[in-house]
Nanobody, 118 residues
Framework: QVQLVESGGGLVQAGDSLRLTCVAS????????MGWFRQAPGKEREFVAS????????YYDDSVKGRFTISRDNAKNTMYLQMNSLKSADTAVYYC???????????WGQGTQVTVSS
């Protein structure tokens, strides 16, 4: 059974930092590209960042470029999202997802709430 479990969310002030963690189990982690998405209240889920299986290719939405860093540790089946200089607009539930076939995310976590107060 595939499981993606996010953690690390919380309530912070604008300008603060958080690191989200996604631990994967039940799959061959190195077979998957991984991504972070977020969904704010009343809005559709949106792409935040992605990383290929080896970590050599990383992509970011323009809204987080230069502030967020995605990384992965394949030995630990774990992906991270380091979020710096947080803004109130970053408030959302953050989800991790696994993509085996390029562009289609097969598995999703339950999400972790990030709330940034201004």
């Amino acid at each position: 059974q595939v499981q993606l479990v996010e953690s690390g969310g919380g309530l912070v002030q604008a300008g603060d930092s958080l690191r989200l963690t996604c631990v994967a189990s039940g799959l061959t982690f190195t077979s998957y590209a991984m991504g972070w998405f977020r969904q704010a209240p009343g809005k559709e889920r949106e792409f935040v960042a992605s990383i290929n299986w080896g970590g050599g290719y990383r992509y970011y939405d323009d809204s987080v470029k230069g502030r967020f860093t995605i990384s992965r540790d394949n030995a630990k089946n774990t992906m991270y999202l380091q979020m710096n200089s947080l803004k109130s607009a970053d408030t959302a539930v953050y989800y991790c997802a696994a993509d085996m076939n390029g562009g289609h995310y097969d598995y999703w976590g339950q999400g972790t709430q990030v709330t940034v107060s201004s």
